[in-house]
Nanobody, 115 residues
């Protein structure tokens, strides 16, 4: 059974930073690309970023470029999302997904950006 467990969210002031983590189990993690998506109340899921199988290639949504960094550690079965220069509009529940943005996801971790 695929399991994805996100952590690292919290309350942060505008301009601050957070690192989100996602621990994966139940599948061959080293054979899958991984993604992060986010959801705000009343809105659908927004794709944030995707990292390739080996972790060497990354793609980002326009709002994430230059501020967010996705990374993958196949030895630890983990994927990360570093969030820098956070804005109030980044407030959302963040999920990691197996494969692309519509893949299986975990329970999410809340990020709140507020002064």
């Amino acid at each position: 059974e695929v399991q994805l467990v996100e952590s690292g969210g919290g309350l942060v002031q505008p301009g601050g930073s957070l690192t989100l983590s996602c621990a994966a189990s139940g599948f061959d993690f080293s054979e899958w690309p991984m993604s992060w998506v986010r959801q705000t109340p009343g809105k659908g899921l927004d794709w944030v970023a995707t990292v390739s199988v080996g972790g060497t290639s990354t793609t980002y949504a326009d709002f994430a470029k230059g501020r967010f960094t996705i990374s993958k550690d196949n030895a630890k079965n983990a994927v990360y999302l570093r969030l820098n220069s956070l804005k109030p509009e980044d407030t959302a529940v963040y999920y990691c997904t197996q494969g692309g943005p519509l893949g299986i996801r975990g329970q999410g971790t809340q990020v709140t950006v507020s002064s």
